[in-house]
């Protein structure tokens, strides 16, 4: 039952992080381009 619900919480952080990390790099990308 623990692994069962440590992977749900990692499949419903794992999108939230991914989107964070990817903002992050356009955040970066953004400020060497101007």
Do not use: D, F, T, Y
Request: charged share 30%.
């Amino acid at each position: 039952v623990h692994e069962q619900l440590g992977g749900l919480i990692i499949e419903a952080l794992l999108p939230i992080a991914v989107e964070s990390i990817a903002r992050a790099i356009k955040k970066k990308k953004a400020k060497k381009g101007s």
